[in-house]
């Protein structure tokens, strides 16, 4: 869309408002001159950057820097880049992103590669292309009026203005000289400057553009960089140098003429009103009067430098092919090669008593003035190749221990060589200490210490009390008395004599037997430092271990010095680190919960960060109170008065979060379903100093009471929380225990399942008082029941007893009264044999038939045979063993499977007793041959049939009289029916039929 003149004369009325230049450290120019005083940290693919070809950098509002690249755009937080590309993010089409401007909301613009505009709000990614209206998808630059309203320059498509969604257009028919923009500006007088591809620079004022023109300007084929300054200067960059323009007019200054043939990238101003160019040929600053240089012949990796920011954290480059870097002004002086050392590795630094720095490097010994700062020659003779300890008495005598030719004396420029191999058993010498008493104690690496007085050596080893002849340190104490620390034998206190007085080891708790320094403070405690667990604090007989895990950087100690200032300050593999005495003794009286250190390191201005021990001299702090520290790349000094920690705090922040192991944003963080399986948080720290050394702190509020100390891990992890209303919340803290301000925090909840809402237990409580209610009816119920089955048990148990009582007298009785009967007729006729023999016979009969009557009314009550096929077995038994002692054919018909079933006492004995009856009545009436018995089991009815061939059934009543009435009567009782009838054309037929119970059945054979 064209944008009309009006529309820009609109636009043209309004106050532009400048974004304020970011907060930056104090940069002395006089220092940045001298290269030696900047320290240069450079990142490139190595430490994860995409590419080495870095176009932009801006810092964002919430801490972190971002690049542009050209493979993806990056954000850093001093520790880790985190990379998105086309592979991780479906709004970047093309892998190119340049040109960032950040608005004054906090969002990040830029060119995404002939693919549009990406907007990123530092959690998602929004796109904008020709399809929303932007004129070209190739942008060029960016600014932003007070109205939020962006103003886009293209390569070749005019200058678009975004207002709240839509686009305008400005070409060339509306004034424009080219539609190929490089660069945009909004100066303080609210004039819109432009430059162009071209030769030309426009401004645009009162709706109109104009054509920049001066006649002392020489003719540039493009515009590259238009910025303005705190004094108003606007400051126009070219692919050919630079120019100035104030109130509209040109000014020419040559003291800018080394940047002409140079290619300005961009333009900045620090606090001092210093001006930055960053070109094809380095970086140049100027301040106003003199021109200084920054490139490959002085410090910097590559001339063709694309972007500088200028902050807190130090200035920062972006470099085609150099990857990112950093320009830090040193805290701390480095005296190395450069600046006149025999060789860049250092071994020992020793002050004599004149106060003269020694320095013991590979390749020979060098002195060092401290007032001057500069290195004077030793002229020391050859011999003494690595010196390795030094000591030094009031006569001015400097007494020097070697690793290859044991110690010398050197005085009044002479050296002499007083005590080697032959007298030591050792080369090696470690540690030197001259005692007021005129006794130098020489430390040996393998021969324990020598005490050489007068011209005499007495000597302290093994045989003497020493647990390791290998001498690391010799220190005297308050009290005159000497501690000797030995690498693998501990701390051994010794008098001025040389008697070992005790010694200290792992077994009394000692943090090592290796031992590298040994200090004691004025307070009279005794500090051990280690070369594998730390440090261990020596008071009143008790040691205190301090460890990695106790907040110290290292466990592996080079050395450690007290600097009589409140601190120690410790060497290891990786740096250097302070700790403060306060604190140490605050942890070990457990009044603090943990160490914190300060780091120095390459960063600081440290050309190695490898220090070197060994010895007593792997340190010294001189008479003025500077620390000197010997490394593989020079010496370090430090004064303490001077270095200071970095104030600024570390930023925590909530990086991803994944739920059930799947990545959520940050924007979908709301409400997770019920049963929730994982929940992981990745966190971080934004810190440039600090970077991998932050620790972190955590608490998920609604399930944690306290912080949990997670070291330096990264993630928190969850599972199966219960459902309810949580809050993530994580701290930065950096070494030197300084934290965030605040916490990064994350708000969500898990729903609950229908089980646990309220509505689902205030339902649920009705239906359980409900369901009780039913509940304690049901066993009322049961108990009344079961009361009514046991009165019911109690009156059938009673109904069998007399059933029992009733059969046994009618039929037992019935049976012995007819005994006694026949008793008594048989006295009667005792002198009558013939009758006698027959009573005698009858009270026979009566007998066996009591007998089996007795066995018939056992075999009823016994429970074993409550079964079904005990029955029919028993009726079957019976029924043949009784028709066996007749001459009727007997047959017998029972189911090849019977079921396993309960057939109560009455059930068998009234059908055993029909039967039975049954039987005696053919048997005695029926005048039959062939006798018939089937039994058979159908549903739920057991049905037996007696069939014979006899003469039938003339007149029931008159042939069977009460039997029948009996029989029928017995069935009945058991809910069953009995059917007598005559068998055409002969016999009778006995049908019974007898439900029974079908629970808890099963078939048998």
């Known amino acids: 869309?064209?944008?009309?003149?009006?529309?820009?004369?609109?636009?043209?009325?309004?106050?532009?408002?400048?974004?304020?230049?970011?907060?930056?450290?104090?940069?002395?120019?006089?220092?940045?001159?001298?290269?030696?005083?900047?320290?240069?940290?450079?990142?490139?693919?190595?430490?994860?950057?995409?590419?080495?070809?870095?176009?932009?950098?801006?810092?964002?509002?919430?801490?972190?820097?971002?690049?542009?690249?050209?493979?993806?755009?990056?954000?850093?937080?001093?520790?880790?880049?985190?990379?998105?590309?086309?592979?991780?993010?479906?709004?970047?089409?093309?892998?190119?992103?340049?040109?960032?401007?950040?608005?004054?909301?906090?969002?990040?613009?830029?060119?995404?590669?002939?693919?549009?505009?990406?907007?990123?709000?530092?959690?998602?990614?929004?796109?904008?292309?020709?399809?929303?209206?932007?004129?070209?998808?190739?942008?060029?630059?960016?600014?932003?009026?007070?109205?939020?309203?962006?103003?886009?320059?293209?390569?070749?498509?005019?200058?678009?203005?975004?207002?709240?969604?839509?686009?305008?257009?400005?070409?060339?028919?509306?004034?424009?000289?080219?539609?190929?923009?490089?660069?945009?500006?909004?100066?303080?007088?609210?004039?819109?400057?432009?430059?162009?591809?071209?030769?030309?620079?426009?401004?645009?004022?009162?709706?109109?553009?104009?054509?920049?023109?001066?006649?002392?300007?020489?003719?540039?084929?493009?515009?590259?960089?238009?910025?303005?300054?705190?004094?108003?200067?606007?400051?126009?960059?070219?692919?050919?140098?630079?120019?100035?323009?104030?109130?509209?007019?040109?000014?020419?200054?040559?003291?800018?003429?080394?940047?002409?043939?140079?290619?300005?990238?961009?333009?900045?101003?620090?606090?001092?009103?210093?001006?930055?160019?960053?070109?094809?040929?380095?970086?140049?600053i100027y301040n106003s009067k003199k021109l200084i240089r920054l490139g490959m012949d002085n410090v910097l990796l590559t001339d063709r430098i694309s972007q500088i920011l200028l902050n807190n954290d130090g200035i920062w480059m972006c470099s085609r092919g150099a990857g990112l870097a950093r320009l830090t002004l040193n805290k701390i002086k480095v005296i190395s090669e450069d600046q006149g050392l025999p060789d860049k590795i250092v071994r020992t630094v020793f002050q004599d008593h004149s106060g003269t720095i020694w320095f013991g490097t590979n390749k020979g010994i060098i002195r060092y003035d401290e007032k001057s700062g500069k290195l004077i020659s030793s002229k020391l003779p050859k011999p003494i190749l690595v010196p390795y300890a030094w000591t030094s008495n009031l006569k001015g005598e400097i007494f020097i221990g070697t690793r290859n030719s044991g110690v010398w004396k050197y005085s009044n420029g002479s050296l002499k060589n007083i005590a080697d191999k032959r007298?030591?058993?050792?080369?090696?010498?470690?540690?030197?200490?001259?005692?007021?008493?005129?006794?130098?104690?020489?430390?040996?690496?393998?021969?324990?210490?020598?005490?050489?007085?007068?011209?005499?050596?007495?000597?302290?080893?093994?045989?003497?009390?020493?647990?390791?002849?290998?001498?690391?340190?010799?220190?005297?104490?308050?009290?005159?008395?000497?501690?000797?620390?030995?690498?693998?034998?501990?701390?051994?206190?010794?008098?001025?004599?040389?008697?070992?007085?005790?010694?200290?080891?792992?077994?009394?708790?000692?943090?090592?037997?290796?031992?590298?320094?040994?200090?004691?403070?004025?307070?009279?405690?005794?500090?051990?430092?280690?070369?594998?667990?730390?440090?261990?604090?020596?008071?009143?007989?008790?040691?205190?271990?301090?460890?990695?895990?106790?907040?110290?950087?290292?466990?592996?100690?080079?050395?450690?010095?007290?600097?009589?200032?409140?601190?120690?300050?410790?060497?290891?593999?990786?740096g250097l680190f302070s700790l403060d005495q306060n604190r140490l003794n605050d942890y070990a009286e457990g009044r603090i919960p943990k160490m914190t250190f300060n780091l120095y390191g390459k960063k600081d201005g440290m050309k190695s960060d490898e220090f070197h021990g060994l010895s007593n001299n792997a340190a010294c702090l001189s008479k003025s109170g500077k620390l000197y520290f010997p490394t593989a790349d020079g010496v370090v000094i430090v004064n303490p008065k001077e270095l200071q920690s970095d104030k600024e705090k570390p930023t925590a922040y909530i990086d991803e979060v994944f739920v059930n192991y799947k990545l959520i944003s940050k924007d979908d963080i709301r409400t997770f379903s019920p049963g929730t399986e994982t929940i992981q948080f990745n966190y971080g720290g934004i810190s440039i100093n600090y970077s991998k050394n932050l620790s972190f702190k955590y608490i998920l509020v609604g399930l944690d009471t306290n912080w949990a100390d997670v070291g330096k891990r990264r993630q928190a992890f969850f599972t199966h929380l219960p459902y309810g209303n949580y809050i993530f919340k994580v701290v930065a803290i950096a070494p030197d225990g300084r934290r965030s301000n605040n916490a990064a925090s994350i708000n969500f909840s898990i729903e609950p399942f229908i089980w646990q809402t309220l509505w689902f237990r205030i339902g649920f409580l009705i239906f359980l008082i409900t369901s009780s209610a039913f509940i304690v009816q049901y066993i009322l119920k049961r108990k009344y029941k079961a009361r009514l089955d046991k009165l019911e048990a109690e009156a059938a148990i009673e109904r069998e007893r007399m059933r029992i009582s009733k059969d046994m007298h009618d039929e037992l009785g019935a049976s012995l009264t007819k005994i006694s009967l026949i008793t008594e007729l048989a006295k009667r006729n005792i002198n009558d044999n013939a009758l006698l023999q027959k009573d005698l016979q009858n009270i026979s009969a009566a007998s066996q038939e009591v007998t089996m009557t007795m066995d018939e009314i056992v075999w009823a009550v016994n429970p074993q045979n409550d079964k079904l096929d005990r029955l029919i077995g028993y009726i079957a038994s019976y029924v043949q063993e009784y028709i066996s002692l007749t001459n009727l054919q007997f047959s017998l018909t029972v189911p090849d499977q019977l079921q396993d079933q309960f057939v109560s006492t009455e059930i068998r004995h009234n059908i055993f007793l029909v039967i039975k009856e049954a039987v005696n009545n053919i048997v005695k009436h029926s005048h039959a041959t062939e006798v018939k018995l089937e039994i058979s089991f159908s549903g739920n009815e057991l049905q037996f049939q007696l069939i014979d061939n006899g003469v039938g059934i003339k007149d029931p009543v008159d042939e069977f009289g009460n039997g029948l009435i009996n029989m029928r009567k017995r069935i009945e009782d058991v809910k069953g029916t009995l059917q007598i009838e005559n068998n055409k054309p002969n016999g009778t037929i006995i049908i019974g039929i007898v439900p029974i119970n079908l629970s808890h059945i099963r078939v048998i054979s």
């Open 423 to 574: 007298i030591l058993g050792t080369s090696f010498v470690r540690s030197l200490y001259y005692d007021n008493d005129n006794t130098l104690w020489i430390g040996t690496n393998g021969g324990g210490v020598a005490m050489y007085k007068d011209g005499k050596f007495k000597f302290i080893n093994k045989s003497t009390g020493l647990k390791s002849e290998f001498v690391a340190c010799i220190v005297k104490n308050k009290t005159g008395q000497f501690w000797i620390g030995t690498s693998g034998g501990g701390a051994s206190l010794v008098d001025k004599n040389g008697t070992v007085l005790k010694t200290i080891t792992e077994k009394d708790g000692l943090a090592s037997n290796i031992v590298s320094s040994i200090n004691e403070d004025e307070t009279g405690i005794v500090w051990i430092s280690t070369g594998v667990f730390g440090i261990s604090r020596f008071k009143d007989g008790k040691i205190f271990n301090i460890q990695e895990k106790d907040g110290i950087y290292s466990n592996s100690i080079k050395k450690m010095i007290y600097d009589n200032n409140g601190k120690f300050w410790c060497t290891s593999e990786f």
């Open 1 to 284: 869309m064209r944008y009309p003149l009006s529309i820009i004369l609109f636009f043209l009325e309004i106050i532009f408002l400048k974004i304020p230049i970011q907060a930056q450290s104090k940069i002395d120019f006089s220092k940045i001159a001298n290269t030696s005083n900047l320290s240069f940290k450079v990142w490139t693919t190595e430490e994860g950057l995409p590419s080495k070809d870095i176009y932009d950098i801006v810092k964002g509002k919430n801490g972190f820097y971002y690049l542009g690249t050209s493979h993806g755009f990056v954000r850093f937080d001093g520790a880790e880049f985190k990379i998105y590309n086309t592979k991780n993010t479906d709004q970047i089409k093309a892998n190119v992103t340049r040109n960032l401007f950040m608005d004054s909301q906090g969002k990040i613009w830029m060119g995404n590669g002939g693919a549009g505009i990406l907007i990123y709000d530092g959690n998602k990614f929004e796109r904008i292309s020709e399809e929303q209206g932007l004129s070209l998808n190739h942008p060029s630059c960016f600014e932003e009026d007070a109205d939020g309203r962006i103003f886009i320059g293209t390569h070749g498509g005019g200058l678009n203005i975004y207002d709240h969604g839509k686009f305008y257009v400005i070409k060339k028919e509306d004034g424009l000289t080219s539609n190929s923009i490089s660069t945009i500006l909004y100066d303080s007088k609210n004039i819109l400057w432009i430059g162009s591809n071209d030769q030309d620079l426009l401004f645009m004022e009162k709706g109109k553009i104009k054509k920049y023109f001066d006649v002392t300007r020489k003719q540039f084929s493009r515009i590259t960089k238009l910025y303005e300054d705190s004094n108003g200067t606007i400051w126009v960059g070219t692919d050919n140098g630079i120019m100035k323009i104030k109130n509209g007019f040109s000014l020419p200054d040559k003291n800018l003429a080394l940047l002409n043939n140079g290619f300005i990238n961009n333009i900045t101003e620090d606090e001092d009103r210093n001006i930055w160019f960053a070109t094809s040929k380095g970086v140049f």
